[in-house]
């Protein structure tokens, strides 16, 4: 039988919200059918993919209606975060759990696991623990994992949103290895990679329908693409000016700075390797700029140390011209902002409301820091909200999108939600200078222009921006300056503009 | 990781170590908490190969609290007790408790006991593995707690009470936990966990007899020493 799937006016509602997510959606899934599922962060894709994997409503709750048929016995699952899909403690079991769950003779499971690992290039890892390894081989081992039990249908939520563009690439390139009978459905931004794997797209709309679709990028949907592919950059406007604030004084300098990473016991030697060495950086006021690297280069080892959770043991950091190995926190924190990589790092209130108003507040209590308008006209008269305070929060809310979950939990959130929320919370208060880690995990292309126009309105307002990211169109239509990191080098790279769009 | 060093069942083990417990929790003399300590020893030289430094680091460590105890028998002695006798009693029984317990948790790999579980005593993998899970995530909420410390102190300038800082990170980091934990299981069930009705191991931890016999010999030499102990008028019991 061909049909692995079936919906027919398909509508899910989740506990506790008003308005169902998903409504009127007809879709057939057949055996070899390639789908892609796009739309914006929070529109229900991956709902839509839960219920057809039969993981909703059976495991994540909210009320299912209309008719779901589903006719497949197989089915492979990769779910957005590598982290979170780890149970064993070693690859190979990793990968043997869930043929071990369906009574496999384990002869037989383990030359199965060895030759799916080999198949994807990552048999040398079998006996490593899962959560060693790094985003990309760790999502590889999922797929491994997913692909070992010779599914029917493999379905794909957002595999490669927490991978760089190489593991990205790589993640994809490995899809190759599907039998052609093997339907794969997957929700995906990036949609270069993915229109190679998939035949057929289909739009989850603003109303919670789903319509058939193209692979063509919509007026904001083209980052994954080289920027030759698209001439002239239309992804967020016109390219950042290129080395327009040069003469400002640096905000953020970085002298001589350099890293050891102290290896554990397992890591089987003694003493320490270097991370980077001898690193020199500037961001000056009014500037934007990206650093780059492959994953593991210690981009975020930099910030670490930059924003002193890490100590500098080598070299110095220079903020405001101050030393920050001579600053009390109370003198150093209210320096910069910092939006950490995983979103939910930063919640601290019961919802996405109160974490607007927390934004605010906060600030408040900074000793002679400068308080932003925003900030100015939430906390008056003090007690309570007053009503222009309401109106600047719902101005705030919708400005990033989040106007229809302000009563929810911020940790409910769909991954881009979140991030916006932080965007949100960061931008309420004034700061001399940004640090953010990989701000564009889990956006989508409207939510990354959106993005975009906030850090160049800061950058026009006088603050420094530091960005790290794997997002290199998405640096490309911010920043000003580039660095990349890798092998332990910080290396000064010409615009991306200037290297693919020569004319 | 923590890497199994044990030549025997972690269940076995554990009957074991358990036999030998029962003493000395019971005992309030001097001579039952070193005799068992003793055969403590013998026992992990049969049951697996302890990292010795590592071994007396940890006890030392948790040794502190017999210490203390000591001194508060001594300093502060009970009426009508001889603080001194009373407070040697008090230190070997607990410092033996300790030993014996580190000795265990040194040789055994916590997955093998968990893995045992599951295939020698039926434990439910849904329950099994959701264990595997919670270890795995301990070094991932130390570095994650570090992380959100950081940013909150960040976000709030530097300022506000340390403890209520505590506190906000602590309530993000359950709450993070919780979502991580509900997505471990949605993985858990996107393969197949809750329809595992006859499920195989590729890593077994089998009871064999060799485990029974161990266990046969654990228990007899713990049992014959204690009726040794208490008919040879050594053994003092006292329960708290």
């Avoid at chain 1, 081992?141 to 794909?156: G, K, N, R, T």
Wanted: glycine share 10%; hydrophobic share 45%.
């Amino acid at each position: 039988m061909d049909l692995l799937v079936q919906l027919k006016q398909v509508g899910f509602r989740y506990r506790g919200a008003r308005l169902p997510i998903l409504k009127d959606v007809h879709l057939t899934l057949r055996r070899g059918d390639r789908i892609l599922l796009r739309g914006r962060s929070g529109s229900g894709k991956s709902t839509l993919l839960a219920i057809l994997s039969g993981l909703a409503p059976e495991y994540v709750g909210g009320t299912l209606s209309g008719v779901r048929e589903i006719f497949y016995h197989r089915r492979g699952v990769v779910l957005q975060n590598p982290e979170a899909q780890v149970v064993t403690p070693t690859v190979e079991e990793e990968v043997a759990f869930a043929l071990e769950n369906q009574g496999k003779d384990p002869g037989w499971i383990r030359r199965r696991v060895r030759e799916t690992l080999e198949a994807l290039g990552i048999g040398h890892l079998a006996d490593r623990h899962p959560l060693s390894l790094s985003g990309g081989e760790c999502q590889r081992v999922s797929l491994a994992a997913a692909l070992a039990m010779d599914p029917e249908v493999l379905f794909l939520d957002e595999p490669t949103s927490y991978l760089d563009e190489e593991s990205s690439r790589r993640f994809f390139e490995a899809l190759d290895l599907l039998h052609p009978d093997t339907a794969l459905v997957v929700v995906e931004h990036r949609l270069e990679e993915a229109s190679r794997v998939c035949r057929k797209a289909y739009r989850v709309e603003e109303d919670g329908t789903l319509k058939e679709s193209d692979f063509a990028p919509g007026p904001q949907e083209l980052e994954g693409q080289e920027p030759a592919a698209r001439g002239k950059m239309p992804l967020f406007g016109e390219p950042a000016p290129a080395q327009r604030v040069a003469t400002f004084a640096p905000v953020l300098e970085i002298a001589g700075l350099s890293h050891k990473w102290p290896l554990d016991r397992k890591g089987g030697q003694k003493g320490s390797t270097k991370l980077f060495h001898d690193l020199h950086l500037k961001v000056s006021a009014g500037e934007v700029v990206a650093l780059l690297g492959p994953s593991g280069a210690g981009k975020t080892t930099l910030l670490g140390k930059i924003s002193g959770r890490l100590p500098v043991e080598k070299g110095r950091v220079f903020i405001q011209g101050k030393d920050i190995a001579t600053l009390s926190k109370e003198a150093f924190y209210p320096l910069f902002m910092l939006v950490p990589q995983n979103p939910e790092h930063m919640f601290l209130a019961e919802t996405v409301r109160e974490e607007l108003v927390a934004g605010a507040a906060e600030l408040s209590k900074e000793p002679g820091g400068e308080q932003s308008k925003l900030g100015e006209e939430l906390l008056k008269p003090g007690l309570g909200l007053p009503k222009s305070g309401k109106r600047k929060i719902e101005e705030v809310a919708e400005r990033f999108g989040l106007s229809h979950r302000l009563q929810a939990h911020p940790f409910r959130l769909s991954e881009g939600e979140k991030r916006r929320l932080n965007l949100a919370v960061a931008f309420a208060v004034r700061r001399p200078l940004y640090l953010l880690d990989e701000p564009t995990y889990g956006l989508d292309d409207h939510a990354k222009a959106l993005l975009r126009e906030d850090l160049r309105s800061l950058a026009e307002e006088g603050a420094a921006v530091l960005l790290v990211t794997h997002d290199r169109a998405f640096a490309e239509a911010t920043a000003d300056t580039f660095y990349i990191l890798k092998d332990g080098r910080l290396v000064q790279e010409e615009r991306y503009a200037r290297v693919y769009c020569p004319a | 990781m923590h890497v199994s060093i044990a030549r025997r069942n972690p269940l076995a083990i554990l009957l074991v170590t358990f036999f030998l417990l029962v003493p000395v929790l019971l005992a309030f003399d001097t001579t039952t908490p070193v005799v068992f300590f003793c055969l403590g020893m013998m026992n992990l030289a049969v049951a697996g190969r302890v990292d010795v430094r590592k071994y007396l680091v940890t006890v030392g460590i948790l040794s502190g609290v017999g210490v203390g105890l000591f001194l508060l028998n001594v300093l502060f002695p009970a009426k009508g007790m001889n603080g001194f006798q009373r407070g040697v009693a008090v230190f070997l029984r607990s410092t033996a408790l300790v030993s014996l317990s580190v000795g265990y948790i040194l040789i055994v790999d916590p997955y093998d006991l968990i893995r045992s579980l599951m295939q020698n005593l039926k434990l439910p993998p849904r329950l099994g593995f959701a264990l595997f899970a919670g270890w795995n995530v301990i070094p991932l909420l130390r570095r994650d707690l570090e992380i959100i410390r950081h940013t909150h102190a960040v976000r709030s300038g530097g300022v506000g009470r340390p403890f209520r800082g505590f506190l906000r990170a602590a309530v993000t980091l359950l709450s993070g936990a919780v979502r991580h934990g509900e997505r471990v299981s949605l993985s858990m069930a996107a393969r197949g966990i809750d329809e595992a009705r006859n499920r195989t191991f590729i890593k077994k931890i089998p009871w064999t007899w060799e485990d029974t016999v161990y266990c046969l010999a654990g228990f007899c030499a713990a049992a014959g020493t204690f009726v040794i102990l208490i008919y040879s008028g050594r053994f003092t019991f006292q329960l708290s």
